[in-house]
């Protein structure tokens, strides 16, 4: 059986930006996330991401940029001794109301289908409240809120809506840690 992390991308893998990140040049790792993910790795988990990526319904980006901002984060993952399994996004627009846009499952429930993975076995790391309810709602079965981007904004409004993630760690590197030995305990 598959243990399954999910990541989201931007403010937990990558620098955030509230102009987006439309092209690979815009593209920059946090500090030790790749590393985080080559430690999952190493420590028998397959991450899949799951992002929502608004810019391509909004125009700022094509399938193509996108593609190739993929690449650069995969290689760069690579580089460290990572991997990346799957990436999921949504391409849509927040009005749009669409069933991929986290927080709604979407995207996890397809991940779920396409790998055979056992949500109630899997975790989700993610800057935003978004990303922790989205997890919520597929059934996966540890959270885990993350301070890099938007994760100090995410931590009120998930107390507001009386929420709680598993565990609020400073960065990925920090997470992967708390993930590995949750399951080694």
């Known amino acids: 059986m598959k243990r399954i992390v999910f990541l989201d991308r931007d403010g937990v893998i990558n620098v955030d930006s509230s102009q987006y990140i439309k092209?690979?040049?815009?593209?920059?790792?946090?500090?030790?996330?790749?590393?985080?993910?080559?430690?999952?790795?190493?420590?028998?988990f397959k991450v899949i991401v799951i992002t929502n990526q608004s810019l391509i319904g909004r125009k700022m980006a094509d399938q193509t940029t996108l593609d190739a901002i993929f690449k650069k984060m995969k290689t760069g993952i690579k580089k460290s001794g990572g991997e990346i399994m799957d990436?999921?996004?949504c391409p849509h627009?927040?009005?749009?109301?669409?069933?991929?846009?986290?927080?709604?499952?979407?995207?996890?429930?397809?991940?779920?289908k396409k790998h055979g993975i056992h949500l109630n076995q899997s975790f989700m790391v993610g800057d935003s409240a978004k990303d922790i309810e989205c997890a919520r709602n597929a059934g996966c079965s540890k959270t885990v809120l993350v301070k890099t981007g938007n994760g100090l904004k995410a931590r009120r409004t998930l107390s507001q809506k009386g929420i709680t993630p598993d565990f609020i760690g400073t960065n990925l590197y920090d997470a992967a840690l708390w993930i590995i030995n949750s399951v080694n305990n």
């Open 87 to 89: 990436i999921f996004f």
């Open 93 to 112: 627009l927040p009005g749009d109301n669409c069933y991929c846009r986290k927080p709604n499952p979407g995207l996890i429930l397809e991940a779920q």
């Open 23 to 44: 092209n690979e040049s815009e593209f920059e790792f946090i500090p030790k996330s790749p590393e985080a993910i080559a430690l999952l790795n190493q420590n028998g």
